[in-house]
Structure formats: C-alpha cells, structure tokens
C-alpha cells in the first residue's frame, strides 16, 4: 500500500534527499513547523512505506534571477519566505 510522506528539503543550492525505491515525487513546498525545525522545504512523496531499498534524488535550490547550470532538470515548485522576499524554485535533476 502506497502513502503520501513529507520530507525536509535543506534550503542548499544542492540538496540530495533519501526516498523509498519507486516514489513518485508530488510536490515541493513550505510549512511553518511547531518547534525547533522552524520554516523549510518540504516535499512530498508517494512512497510504499515497506520498500527497504533507497534511491537518493538530487535536487536544485534555485533563487529567482540565479544561474542555472544544469541541464536536464524537472520542476517540482516554487517556495517563498519572508512574505515573499526570498523566492526559491526547486528542481529534480534527471538522468539519462
């Protein structure tokens, strides 16, 4: 049985995040968290919680106006913090 799951994506210019074998990644965001964690990305997965196996997926931090080097990269979201003074765009870097 497949579940939603949420993840913590570090705001870094290339963060790598741990997923169960076979999650399709849904959508990237940011949630006010209670407690220490504070505002970060998150994203979230439909996974099959009992798969063991993981596959590490690379990821791009993206501030509006920057460089981006990569080529083949996939969308995932846009996040914004500050009310709107610091805006991120997040992709999935594909291989081939």
């Known amino acids: ?3 939603v799951f949420k993840y913590d994506i570090p ?4 963060p790598s995040v741990s997923l169960p074998k076979g999650a399709q990644i849904l959508s990237v965001g940011q949630i006010l968290s209670v407690g220490a964690q ?3 990305i998150k994203l ?3 996974v099959d919680p009992s ?3 993981a596959e590490v997926h690379q990821l791009r931090v993206v501030g509006t106006g920057h460089a981006i080097v990569d080529g083949d990269l996939v969308f995932l979201g846009t996040v914004t ?3 709107g003074a610091l805006v991120f765009h997040v992709f999935e870097v594909c291989h081939a």
């Open 38 to 40: 504070g505002l970060g």
């Open 11 to 14: 705001v870094d210019d290339r």
């Open 81 to 83: 913090f500050h009310d």
């Open 44 to 46: 979230w997965a439909l």
């Open 51 to 53: 798969e063991t196996t």
């Open 1 to 3: 049985m497949r579940k």
